[in-house]
């Protein structure tokens, strides 16, 4: 998993409510298992006039010119700036990997679904809850100035709005302690396991030494 620390990128607004899970990644594409190959059929369809199947060819599809991630610079994009109830819907872990394929390293909204917010975590995505106010200032400031940046500080725990002018407005967000150092570390559970590698094997070492005979059958499996 990648680490987060400091990151700065275009902010992609996505004004509405209730984005479910669905609309993040349809449920045809859940059949694969990979965890990459999703950013072309992330948003499928919102971003496509026609319905998108899984191993298609995205290249010739035809695309909504109304969709914000279809238009530059929003198509490079790397934090989302979206409404309240964000990933709401069923619990495929598809959507931030979906979210995260496409480029995204942060979402910033009101609040979020539980189950993706948690997904989130664990895929190297950073889930920002700001107040209502705070958000509908960042979407202010990007009909502003379209393209603009954020400045997102995981350790100082701010979002800054990289908007040009001399006052740039800067926001705090609360983030759960572990979570902010798995982040910082590029630790999944996974890596939080291995970490821990040399303890896992000296227990193994005793256990077998302590009682070979559970360890018999095993061994012979193998063999």
């Known amino acids: 998993m990648r680490k987060f620390t400091v990151h700065t990128g275009i902010v992609a607004p996505l004004d509405r409510a209730n984005i479910d899970t669905d609309m993040i990644i349809p449920k045809q594409f859940l059949k694969s298992i990979k965890r990459s190959g999703f950013g072309p059929n992330l948003f499928d369809e919102l971003r496509y006039l026609d319905e998108g199947q899984p191993d298609a060819d995205n290249s010739s599809r035809p695309l909504n010119p109304d969709f914000v991630l279809n238009n530059s610079p929003y198509d490079q994009a790397s934090v989302l700036l979206a409404g309240p109830n964000f990933g709401c819907g069923s619990s495929r872990e598809h959507a931030p990997w979906a979210l995260e394929d496409f ?38 400031a990007v009909a502003k100035l379209p393209g603009c940046e954020v400045k997102i500080d995981l350790q100082a725990q701010t979002v800054t709005v990289l908007n040009g002018e001399a006052a740039q407005p800067t926001f705090t967000f609360e983030v759960d302690g572990f979570r902010k150092k798995c982040l910082l570390e590029g630790l999944d559970e996974i890596g939080l396991t291995l970490k821990e590698g040399d303890a896992i094997r000296a227990y193994e070492l005793r256990r077998k030494q302590a009682t070979p005979w559970m360890f018999t059958d095993i061994e012979n499996a193998g063999a």
């Open 103 to 140: 480029g995204f390293r942060s979402i910033i909204a009101p609040g979020f679904a539980d189950i993706f917010f948690n997904n989130c975590f664990k895929n190297g995505l950073l889930p920002i809850v700001l107040k209502e106010e705070e958000v509908r200032q960042i979407f202010a």
